[in-house]
Structure formats: C-alpha cells, structure tokens
C-alpha cells in the first residue's frame, strides 16, 4: 500500500522521493521524513555553511575549543528542527491517509465546533487542530476532531498561566432525536453515590436511573427537566446500556443537546 493519491495535498518538502507505507500511527513516518530532510542537498549545504561559519567567527574571537563547542550545538539545533519537521510530516501523512481510508475530508488548520454543549463551551480558548469531516459510521454526517480549551489563571504575583486540555470530540447532528428528548447526558461518574439523592435537590436537569449495576458505578446520566422518562431510556436500549458499561473506551462520554 502506498500514498500515490496524497502527494498533491502534501507539503511540497514530502513530495520528495517514493512516497512512504500507509502509516498506522502519527510517528510511524517520522523516520522516514527525518532522513529525507536530513538528507536533501540544501538542509547539508545550508547546515555545512552555519556550522562553518559559527565555528570560525567563535574560534578566531574567543578560543578554538569555544569554536568546536559552538559548531556542535549550531549542529544539534539543526537536527532538532528537522526532527520537529519530521514529527509534522509524518503526523501529517497519517491523518491524511486515515481521512482518505474512510473517505473523509482531512483539515490539518485550525478550526472551531459550535458551542451546543457544556464540553466545547469550556475555557477562555477553544479550537480545533485537525478535523476529519464526512460521513461516518453508522451513516451520520459530522466531523470528527482533536479539540482543545485553554483555562488562564493569574497568581497573587500577576503571573498568568495557561492549562491546555486536549479532548477527541466527535460532533454530528441526529434529526430523529430532535424531537424525542430536549436534552440527554452521559458524563463519567463524580462524587459519591450515596449522595445522588442530596446532590438532585440542587439540579435542574433530572437523574435518569438505569437497571444496571456497572452503568452505575462508571456513569452519571441526566435528562432535561421537561423530558418524559419513558422515552430517555428508550434512548438506552439494553445493548447499548452493556457497551457504555463493559466496553466503552476509557474517558468516553456523550451529550445530546440542542
């Protein structure tokens, strides 16, 4: 298998050469890419040249071994850079083929979601880096994405910093759901639950209680105020409550709002 179809989206520097195998992870090409960076004629010319040049103004204004010190970390910073441009390219390559092998449109800028829920109204910044649009399983149209929020603090001193949280969103619309349930949540469990019932009374949204002991112990559901009960655990079939509970990714949750 082969790349052949990307080349004419690829940045031009990965034009260069045979194209690489399908990778099946976003570092899996970073090899190739370091050595065909490393390796073009203008990187070793150029390279050659500041190494050159920085070991000899070093050397002739302060020492030789001041000199040597100098051209090896003009060198290091070099194949530091390449290395980073490898890591792009190669996390670049993958995307885009994974986009193609689902026949899903690849957008490696960034980009926004349209805050419907809680998640992607977070944080002072939010933004996408790389999204894949199309259709996807199970027939829905929508967008699959590395999301990120920023949350900015400021200490006692004025010092401000910058908390990065990075989530895997998927967003698409379910038209036949719009009219069935205002609003239906399923959030990883927090707190303690024997002080569900304490925890209600403050609520406005409705604790939806499923027949299942390990959907309990890892899940928290809530429907809207005004939601009919029968109808949100009619949402919850029972193959779908034994998925959530025994083989849901680690950190996965959903909303379905708006």
């Not at 050159?52 to 290091?76: F, K, Y």
């Amino acid at each position: 298998n082969r790349l052949p179809a990307m080349a004419d989206q690829a940045p031009e520097a990965a034009k260069q050469d045979a194209a690489p195998p399908v990778p099946q992870d976003d570092d899996d090409l970073r090899g190739f890419y370091f050595r065909q960076i490393v390796g073009s004629t203008k990187m070793q010319a150029a390279t050659s040249v500041a190494v050159v040049v920085v070991g000899i103004a070093l050397a002739a204004t302060v020492s030789p071994l001041i000199g040597l010190i100098g051209a090896a970390v003009v060198l290091l910073i070099v194949l530091v850079v390449c290395y980073s441009m490898a890591s792009s390219r190669a996390a670049w390559a993958f995307y885009a083929a994974y986009a193609a092998s689902r026949n899903l449109a690849y957008n490696g800028s960034r980009g926004s979601l349209p805050p419907v829920c809680e998640l992607l109204r977070k944080g002072d910044a939010r933004y996408t880096d790389r999204t894949l649009t199309g259709a996807l399983p199970g027939g829905p149209n929508g967008v699959l994405a590395h999301y990120t929020y920023e949350e900015e603090t400021t200490d006692s001193d004025g010092n401000t910093e910058t908390s990065y949280y990075h989530w895997t969103v998927v967003y698409c619309e379910l038209p036949q759901l719009a009219p069935f349930v205002e609003e239906l949540v399923c959030h990883h469990r927090s707190g303690f639950r024997f002080m569900d019932s304490t925890e209600d009374k403050f609520r406005k949204r409705q604790r939806v209680e499923l027949e299942s002991e390990k959907f309990d112990k890892r899940y928290e559901s809530f429907c809207g105020q005004n939601d009919d009960m029968n109808r949100v655990r009619q949402v919850y079939e029972p193959t779908f409550i034994v998925w959530l509970a025994d083989e849901a990714p680690k950190g996965f949750e959903w909303d379905l709002v708006a």
